[in-house]
Nanobody
Framework: VQLQASGGGLVQAGGSLRLSCAAS????????MGWYRQAPGKEREPVAT???????YYSNSVEGRFTISRDIAKNTIHLQMNSLDREDTAVYYC?????????WGQGTLVTVSS
């Protein structure tokens, strides 16, 4: 599976961004898709996931502010990020988990300014 992430950029604190991740194959049966992020000097951490039946998970730091969704027709998942703050500054990576392997996108940089 090849993944193409997009939508990152520079935004002021309190603003919003929408990330997208397009997959090279149908996502309708993919078990888990989601996002991780890696802030400067920190380890990569999970942000949000969505399952093949639409179940979602959010880390405590983003719950209530971020929403993960999927567009099966376009083989794409989205991450709507609202009320952004400086702590959300990071490179965001989308991924696909299958029993056989985990696939990663190239990352998209989100910078939140004060």
């Amino acid at each position: 599976v090849q993944l193409q992430a997009s939508g990152g950029g520079l935004v002021q604190a309190g603003g919003s961004l929408r990330l997208s991740c397009a997959a090279s194959e149908s996502i309708s049966s993919i078990h888990i898709m989601g996002w991780y992020r890696q802030a400067p000097g920190k380890e990569r951490e999970p942000v949000a996931t969505i399952s093949n039946i639409g179940s979602t998970y959010y880390s405590n730091s983003v719950e209530g502010r971020f929403t993960i969704s999927r567009d099966i027709a376009k083989n794409t998942i989205h991450l709507q990020m609202n009320s952004l703050d400086r702590e959300d500054t990071a490179v965001y990576y989308c991924y696909v988990w299958k029993p056989s392997n985990t696939y990663w996108g190239q990352g998209t940089l989100v910078t939140v300014s004060s």
